[in-house]
């Protein structure tokens, strides 16, 4: 069973502090995915990775995929409180989106003005 | 370009009965997944439909099922509701292929199971 295990689990920061948050495994997935649930709605895609060692950037946001595509990190700059929210890392297995994703618990973020 | 639609968006259902959800796919998209997201949890893979074919399931009893039509839309069916099946049910979809891990999810519909 493939798991995802992000932290940490809950952070509060002042607005332009800086953050990070990680999402390890002890699976190779084939892609990961990052998206950004606010309460009663869906969860938004913010990102896919794909390549080991990938970074990606969207505008505060930098993601990055681990070397061997086990573990990721997000790095906000600058927080802001529309930042605030619940991030959740997905991975993908090597059958695509028919294995379905699997799924972080999520990390709950709030930006205090 | 319309997003994922799902109804209703709330329920309140009794241990034992039966209980239909619903999801159209975003526009473009044919490919169709369900989730089961728990209070304080990630969303849970129930299963996959692609051409009205369940095309891969998770960690789920038979008595969840589903079904998906011609317009890829798509129908969640749970029997013989229990108390543990309270959650948040979202509906995704996705292109086939080598992007279909990319999942566009709805608002999701609350369950309630009393």
């Known amino acids: 069973t493939q798991l995802l295990e992000q932290s940490p689990q809950f952070l509060s920061i002042q607005e332009g502090e800086n953050l990070t948050v990680y999402c390890n495994s002890s699976?190779?997935?084939?892609?990961l995915q990052w998206y950004r649930q606010e309460p009663g709605e869906g969860p938004v895609l913010l990102v896919t990775?794909?390549?080991?060692?990938e970074v990606k950037k969207l505008k505060r946001l930098t993601f990055q995929f681990g070397d061997a595509r086990k573990d990721s990190s997000l790095h906000i700059t600058a927080a802001q409180p529309g930042d605030t929210g619940l991030y959740l890392c997905?991975?993908?297995?090597?059958?695509?989106?028919?294995?379905?994703?699997?799924f972080g618990k999520g990390t709950h973020l709030i930006i205090q003005p | 370009e319309t997003g994922v639609t799902q109804s209703p968006t709330h329920l309140i259902k009794t241990r034992g009965q039966q209980v239909t959800l619903r999801c159209s796919s975003q526009s473009g998209h044919n490919t169709v997944s369900w989730y089961q997201q728990a209070l304080g949890q990630g969303p849970q893979f129930i299963f996959q439909y692609y051409r009205e074919e369940e095309n891969g399931r998770g960690n789920f009893p038979p008595r969840f099922s589903g079904l998906q039509f011609p317009n890829y839309s798509s129908e969640l069916n749970v029997n013989a509701l229990e108390l543990d099946d309270s959650a948040l049910y979202l509906c995704?979809?996705?292109?086939?292929?080598?992007?279909?891990?990319?999942?566009?999810f709805g608002p999701g519909t609350r369950l309630t199971v009393t």
């Open positions: 997905a991975g993908a297995g090597s059958g695509g989106g028919a294995d379905g994703l699997t």
């Open positions: 699976s190779v997935f084939s892609s």
């Open positions: 995704a979809s996705s292109f086939p292929g080598e992007h279909s891990y990319e999942q566009y």
């Open positions: 990775v794909v390549t080991g060692g």
